[in-house]
Nanobody
Framework: QVQLVESGGGLVQAGGSLRLSCAAS????????MGWFRQAPGKEREFVAV????????YYVDSVKDRFTILRDNAKKMVYLLMNSLKPEDTATYYC????????????????????WGQGTQVTVSS
């Protein structure tokens, strides 16, 4: 089992940057595929990015490709989402998720089913 706590959200102007962090606890962190999701008011939760257990492979939804970067540090049990060139439509609550699903399956499906979730961190991008 793993517990996840996100941080780093806030208010930023369009074109700005933020770094979200996800701190994990649990001895098997390095075994999980890790992902970020977001949910805007009145909308369904949306898959954003995923990284494999080693950190060597990543996959992004088209809307954030070339603007967001997902990273992980297994030694520190941390996952990060670096967000650049932020747009008002990026405004949402961002959630970190851990999954046993292999990265290759997530990449094929274009999304992932999280087995464990954090509580979320709010990102607001003003125009």
């Amino acid at each position: 089992q793993v517990q996840l706590v996100e941080s780093g959200g806030g208010l930023v102007q369009a074109g700005g940057s933020l770094r979200l962090s996800c701190a994990a606890s649990g001895r098997t962190f390095g075994s999980y595929t890790m992902g970020w999701f977001r949910q805007a008011p009145g909308k369904e939760r949306e898959f954003v990015a995923v990284i494999d257990w080693s950190g060597g492979s990543t996959y992004y939804v088209d809307s954030v490709k070339d603007r967001f970067t997902i990273l992980r540090d297994n030694a520190k049990k941390m996952v990060y989402l670096l967000m650049n060139s932020l747009k008002p439509e990026d405004t949402a609550t961002y959630y970190c998720a851990a999954a046993w699903t292999p990265f290759t399956s997530v990449q094929t499906m274009g999304t992932m089913r999280g087995d464990y979730w954090g509580q979320g961190t709010q990102v607001t991008v003003s125009s």
